[in-house]
């Protein structure tokens, strides 16, 4: 009887090109609305496309792009990170401080060496955040909301106790180099930021597509409990994950330090909000699962692309903060009108 | 030489007891029913074989020797697959990355190592052709039909050199030409020499394919006898209670 009752599962019809991959992700409709969003802007204001503006929006995005990325890797395995904002912050400050530190101690066995560990004690924090983090999600398995929400507070305030509420001025031999690394451009041409951005996007679409720990990123994203089931380290995988966003951020906090040239305790303040919003534009999904690399950057850049553009067309810029909350609803809701129509 | 060899396991959680003194082998290439009411502990002795649970008392033995399954992991590579009955997929992930998930195909390159796509993607459609199954091994799993899905978490199991398969409920979800085919599925597997012990509610799909049946009550082994010398009234009677033992 074995044979006579297979007549195969016949009911698969091959999805078109265009429903799959990334064609078929929000991500693919975010460019498109980016792509028009710039040519409407390039026709409307002849400043847009100069070439310092587009280094300036570049630098901008720039500074909460890499954050995003972390951001968008949490968001993948179905958590969120409310602390980034206090994560950038702590870690500029870290960094700033110990800079200074080392500058009176006179510490300066060769050039770039303060550098080199003031950078290292800052992303040390970061890890230990994410670390923080992820432990309390994955093991004793707090809700990441709710836990991030704290940390979101704990951070912060240590930062303000570390400096009472001043700002921390990054001081000593290798404030020119870390200036030049953080805000200077390469070839006088791309802006510093851009340059790690790519790198760190390069570097998580390779994961993410390529390798078995990307591959768990999304399963557990997709199933928490088919993972555990089928020999994943769920709860390393987490933590790692949490790590990382954390460290992305501090990496932000350190770069948005150097630029402004000075660590203020109340920096990035309510980051975590954009932070998310353009990880949820560039179609991370909050259910988890679902999200990449390119999406977060376009996320970022659409962001950017409306803060600049209200700008030049001289509309109150406090406008930006609304048109920002309209376009995560609209993605969402185009998402959400596809996957109706094609189910 | 027996397969598997359960000898006086239990399982307590806390102050219940969901298993009591169970005991029973399997040979090498039989398929076995294993039946029961909810909570009768089937699904407990199942997670204990898979390696998800450590029994509390009593031992496991596979081809002869103790083991102890401390996970999913441990018990693949004694040879012991799974398939559960919510199937264990990650819906988001096309059917080649569910049925390679946690043992992808890599390449090394430098020190990094990478996936090999295109040979797991051939590894999957060569399953499914195996399977008779038109399930296709780039697809999303979240675009598949119930059946597809079965296909999917059978295949998987066909992935390493499984000497015993454990399959619970798996036509519990599915409709009825469905289950022909999981049926025929199980037979192919018999044939392939694969022990099967298959957890089920439905009374045809055991009488169908299995050559034995054990019954489960409130955690204890109540009926292990060959489907030859029962009937489905006397299995029903010793589910529900309606007769102590066999």
């Not at chain 1, 179905?78 to 401080?97: K, R």
């Not at chain 1, 030049?312 to 009108?337: E, K, N, T």
Request: proline share 3%.
């Amino acid at each position: 009887m074995a044979d006579q009752t297979v007549q195969g599962f016949s009911n698969v019809r091959r999805t078109r090109f265009w429903q799959r991959g990334f064609l078929a992700s929000q991500s693919a409709y975010v460019l498109l609305a980016l792509v028009v969003l710039i040519v409407v802007m390039s026709i409307a204001s002849p400043q847009f496309l100069t070439g310092g503006n587009v280094a300036n929006i570049v630098r901008n995005f720039s500074f909460i792009a890499i954050a995003t990325l972390g951001m968008t890797l949490v968001i993948i395995t179905g958590g969120i990170d409310l602390s980034v904002g206090s994560t950038i912050a702590l870690t500029a400050t870290v960094t700033s401080l110990t800079m200074g530190g080392l500058n009176a101690a006179g510490f300066h066995p060769f050039p770039g060496s303060a550098l080199i560990i003031s950078v290292g004690a800052g992303l040390l924090t970061a890890a230990a955040i994410g670390f923080f983090n992820g432990f309390a999600i994955a093991k004793l398995k707090l809700s990441p909301f709710v836990t991030t929400l704290g940390t979101l507070s704990i951070f912060r305030g240590i930062t303000y106790t570390l400096t009472q509420g001043r700002g921390t001025f990054p001081a000593g031999p290798d404030k020119e180099l870390f200036v030049t690394l953080t805000s200077g451009r390469l070839f006088d041409i791309v802006p510093m930021p851009f340059v790690y951005l790519l790198g760190c996007a390069i570097v998580m679409w390779l994961v993410l597509n390529h390798t078995a720990w990307g591959r768990y990123v999304y399963a557990i994203g997709g199933n928490e409990s088919a993972g555990r089931l089928t020999g994943v380290r769920v709860d390393r995988v987490k933590i790692q994950v949490y790590i990382i966003c954390a460290l992305a951020a501090g990496a932000n906090g350190i770069i948005i330090s150097g630029w402004l040239g000075s660590a203020p305790a109340n920096l990035a303040t309510a980051y975590e909000l954009t932070i998310i919003a353009a990880a949820v534009i560039g179609g991370a999904n909050l259910a988890g699962g679902i999200g990449g690399a390119a999406g977060a950057i376009i996320g970022c850049i659409l962001i950017e692309v409306i803060r600049n553009g209200l700008v030049l067309a001289r509309v109150d810029p406090y406008w930006q903060q609304a048109l920002v909350g309209v376009i995560i609803v609209a993605a969402v809701l185009v998402d959400r009108l596809r996957s109706l129509r094609s189910s | 030489m027996a397969l598997l060899e359960l000898e006086h396991v239990s399982k307590d959680f806390g102050a219940i007891r969901a298993l009591s003194d169970v005991s029973f082998s399997i040979e090498p290439g039989q398929v076995v029913g294993l039946m029961g009411d909810n909570g009768a502990g089937k699904s407990t002795l199942v997670k204990i074989i898979s390696g998800i649970y450590q029994p509390t008392g009593g031992q496991v033995k596979f081809e002869g020797q103790p083991a102890h399954i401390h996970s999913p992991g441990e018990a693949r590579r004694l040879g012991i697959e799974t398939v559960y009955q919510d199937l264990a997929l990650a819906d988001n992930l096309t059917a080649a990355a569910n049925i390679f998930l946690g043992r992808e195909l890599k390449y090394n390159f430098g020190p990094f190592r990478f996936l090999r796509h295109r040979a797991m993607n051939a590894r999957a459609a060569e399953l499914f052709a195996e399977l008779k199954s038109e399930t296709r091994a780039d697809d999303l799993v979240r675009q598949m039909s119930g059946g597809q899905r079965q296909a999917v978490a059978i295949a998987r199991t066909r992935l390493a050199d499984a000497k015993l398969i454990l399959m619970d409920e798996p036509t519990a979800a599915i409709s009825v030409r469905q289950v022909a085919e999981v049926l025929s599925l199980i037979h192919r597997l018999k044939d392939a020499g694969i022990a099967v012990i298959l957890i089920s509610h439905r009374m045809p799909d055991v009488f169908a394919v299995c050559e034995r049946v054990i019954v489960m009550r409130r955690g204890s082994k109540v009926a292990d006898k060959p489907i030859a010398d029962t009937s489905p009234e006397e299995v029903t009677a010793l589910i529900t209670g309606a007769r102590e033992a066999a």
